[in-house]
C-alpha cells in the first residue's frame, strides 16, 4: 500500500495529507444550519453537518493530493451517527481516488490488537462472508504495549496489503514527558523507532515498507535524526500550520528525492476560511479558501525541500 | 465515579470485573444460527449474535459483580453495526445496575483526546442540546503522548464525574520492551505511575482519585511496587486466568483493606463454558457456567487477599 501512496505523491507532485477533523466550530453556519433543520439539533444533525463540511471540501481539493487523513476522534464524539459520517468520508474519498488514512492510534494486545486492525484495515469473516468493516487504506498505531500490540496490525498489513503508521515522536509540547528520555542514553522515540524497523522489516512494498513512522513537524531536529534512523519508514509529519511546524522545518524529514515523509494539516485546511490570510473567501466559500490553502501548503513544501 | 464503584465493591464483596470481549469463538452455535437466519452472514448478524450472548451473561452474572468492561475492539471489529451492539451493552449494564468501564484505550492530544473523551465519559453539545454519546462510566487510557493526551480525560472526568484507568504496566509479555526500560534509574511504568499521581491529584473521590490505572496480574511483583507508589489510584488487573495471572498474585494488587483493586477476567468468564473445568455446564448452559466462574474467582480472590 505505501507503494501506491509513493506513486500517487510523485503523480500530485503533493506529498501533503488533509486532516479532515471536522470540529463543529469550524463548519459554516449555512451547513448546520440545514442539517439540525433535517435532523434536529441531534447527534445526526451534527454528523449531517460534518459529513457535508467534509464532501464539499473533498470535492475541492480531491485532484491535488494523495490522500486524507481523517481523525476518528471528531466523529466518534457524536457517537454512531459520527461513525456512520467516518464511514461515509472513508467511501467518498476512495471514490474519488483518494487514499484514506485513518488517524485511530489504536492499540492493544493479541487478538483485541487484531481485532482493531481488522476493523480498520483488514477483513472480517462472518460465517462465510467476508467484510472491510471501516476499510481505511492506513491506520495510527500507539507502541506503548509494546510488539505485542504492533504485530497484530502488521500481520493484517501483509494479508490486505495496507499500512500502519506507529507513533514515534509525537508533534504535542508534552511529548517529551515519555518519549524523550533517555535509555541507555538514547531518547524513547529512538527505541521505538529501532523496532519500527525491526516490525517494518518483512512487510517492504517497494522502497518503502507499509510500516510507516509518525514525527512532528515541531521537532524537526529529531525529525532529522529519525529519518536516518528509519530509512525505509514512509514518515506521516502531523503539527505543520496551526500546531506550529513551518514549511523550511519539513525538509529535516524528506530524504534527498523529495519522498520519504507526508505532511499533514487539518485546521489550516478545512478551516482555512477562518484564518485571516484566506477571509476574503468569505464563509460561503469556505471549500475554495481551503482549495487556496492545499496549493499554497504544497508551495511551501516545495520550497522548502527544493 | 471511583467512590460509587468502591462502595458496589463493597456491597457485592466482589473487587471483580467481567470484561465483555464476545469473540464469535465464544458465542454459542445456537445463538449464531438464529441470529445469522434473522440477520443474514452480515456485520449485523455478528452483532446480533454478540449481544444475545453479552445479555445472557449479564442477566446471569449482575447480581454477583460490580463492574463490567466492555473491550470496545471486539465490537468495533464488526464496524456500525458492532458499536451499535457495544452502545446496547452499555446501556443494558447500567440498566442492571452495574457499572461500566469502556476499554477503549484511547489517547491522542488537546482537542482530539478531548472528543475522545467526551464521547466516551462525558457530554457532546449540538446547538443549545446535550448528549452523552457511548455514555461508558470509566474508560482506559493511553499514557504514550504525555500530559496534552491524558488531561483533557481528566478534564472530562472532573466536569462529569468519570473516571479513567491510565495504563501503566500491561498485562502482556512485550509489555516490557518499552514500559521496563530504565530512565534515570526506575523504569518507565513507574515515571507514568508518578503522572497518574500528578493527574489524579485533583480529582479525588473518596479515598481514592478519579484517575485509576492499569496494572497486569501477570506481574505480580510490580504490582507491589506500584501499589505503594500510586496510593490514591485504584488499580483495573488485566491477566488474570486465561493470562497466566494466579489469584495468590493478587494480593499485592490491594491494600490491606481489601480495597484498592479491581481484577478482570475476560475470555476466563465469558467462555467459562469452553474450558475443561465447566464442561459439564455443555454449551447450551454457557451463562451458567459463567455464572459459576464468578463465584470461583471472587472465592479465588477472598482467598488470596485473605
Chains 1, 2 share one sequence.
Not at 507503494?3 to 448546520?32: H, M, S, Y
Not at 520519504?260 to 484564518?275: D, E, F, L, T, W
Amino acid at each position: 500500500m505505501i507503494k501506491k501512496l509513493v506513486e500517487k505523491i510523485k503523480k500530485t507532485q503533493a506529498p501533503v495529507v488533509v486532516g479532515l477533523d471536522p470540529n463543529l466550530k469550524f463548519v459554516p453556519e449555512k451547513i448546520k444550519t440545514k442539517a439540525y433543520k433535517e435532523f434536529g439539533e441531534t447527534l445526526e444533525g451534527a454528523s449531517e453537518a460534518i459529513w457535508q463540511f467534509n464532501k464539499a471540501i473533498v470535492d475541492t481539493v480531491y485532484d491535488l493530493i494523495p490522500a486524507v487523513k481523517p481523525q476518528i476522534a471528531m466523529y466518534e464524539q457524536f457517537g454512531i451517527p459520527g461513525l456512520m459520517a467516518f464511514k461515509k468520508t472513508v467511501d467518498y474519498c476512495h471514490e474519488k481516488g483518494l487514499l484514506v488514512i485513518g488517524d485511530v492510534k489504536r492499540g492493544d494486545i493479541g487478538s483485541t490488537s487484531e481485532s482493531y486492525a481488522k476493523a480498520h484495515i483488514g477483513e472480517i469473516k462472518v460465517g462465510n462472508k467476508t467484510f472491510a468493516p471501516f476499510d481505511e487504506d492506513f491506520a495510527t498505531v500507539n507502541p506503548y504495549l509494546g510488539s505485542d500490540g504492533v504485530k497484530p496490525f502488521v500481520d493484517v498489513c501483509n494479508a490486505c496489503d495496507r499500512g500502519i503508521f506507529v507513533l514515534v515522536k509525537t508533534s504535542n509540547p508534552s511529548s517529551g514527558e515519555f518519549q524523550d528520555r533517555l535509555i541507555d542514553g538514547r531518547p524513547l522515540y529512538e527505541w521505538v523507532a529501532d523496532k519500527v524497523n525491526e516490525w517494518g522489516e518483512g512487510s517492504m512494498d517497494g522502497d518503502y515498507s507499509n510500516v510507516g513512522c509518525v514525527v512532528g513537524a515541531t521537532y524537526p531536529e529529531m525529525g532529522a535524526a529519525l529519518r536516518k534512523l528509519m530509512p525505509k519508514a514512509y514518515i506521516l509529519v502531523p503539527g505543520y500550520g496551526a500546531q506550529g511546524g513551518k514549511g523550511a522545518d519539513l525538509v529535516n524529514f524528506f530524504n534527498s528525492d523529495g519522498l520519504g515523509a507526508i505532511v499533514n494539516s487539518s485546521r489550516g485546511i478545512i478551516a482555512a476560511y477562518q484564518n485571516e490570510a484566506y477571509s476574503s473567501f468569505g464563509e460561503d466559500n469556505f471549500a475554495d479558501a481551503s482549495r487556496q490553502a492545499v496549493i499554497d501548503m504544497i508551495e511551501d513544501i516545495h520550497t522548502a525541500i527544493g
